[in-house]
C-alpha cells in the first residue's frame, strides 16, 4: 500500500510559476519510479513527467519540456514538481503517481501505475 498526496496547486497568472509537492508514505518510496498527470476538463489524463527510482533520470511530455523539473527526495520520501513560463493550457488537476513495479525505466502509460494523489489543482489565468 502507498499513499499520495499532492499540495501546492493554485491560480496564477501566465507567465508564472507553482512548485507541486508530492507526499508519499507506505511501501518504500524509492523503489519506484514516479510521475506527474494532468487531466484537464473533458480531456484524458495525460503524462507530464516521470523519474527513476534513483532520481538520476527524468522523461518529460514534449508539452512541457524545458518549463518544468520533476525532483525527488528518497530521504524525506517527497516529489516535486516546479513548473516555469504556465501557460493556459496547462490548466488542469494534477496528479502523482507510483509505479506498479521497481521499473528500471520510466514509464509513461497511465495503466502502469498502481498509486494515485487526490489531485491539486492548477489554474493558469491569461
Known amino acids: 500500500q502507498m499513499q499520495l498526496v499532492e499540495s501546492g496547486g493554485g491560480l496564477v497568472q501566465a507567465g508564472g510559476s507553482l512548485r507541486l509537492s508530492c507526499a508519499a508514505s507506505?511501501?518504500?518510496?524509492?523503489?519506484?519510479?514516479m510521475a506527474w498527470f494532468r487531466q484537464a476538463p473533458g480531456k484524458e489524463r495525460e503524462f507530464v513527467a516521470g523519474i527513476s527510482r534513483s532520481g538520476g533520470s527524468t522523461v518529460y511530455a514534449d508539452s512541457v519540456k524545458g518549463r518544468f523539473t520533476i525532483s525527488r527526495d528518497n530521504a524525506k520520501s517527497m516529489m516535486s514538481l516546479q513548473m516555469n513560463s504556465l501557460k493556459p493550457e496547462d490548466t488542469a488537476v494534477y496528479y502523482c503517481a507510483s509505479d506498479r513495479t521497481p521499473s528500471a525505466i520510466i514509464r509513461r502509460m497511465r495503466s502502469n501505475y498502481e498509486y494515485w494523489g487526490q489531485g491539486t489543482q492548477v489554474t493558469v489565468s491569461s
Open positions: 507506505g511501501r518504500t518510496f524509492s523503489t519506484y519510479p
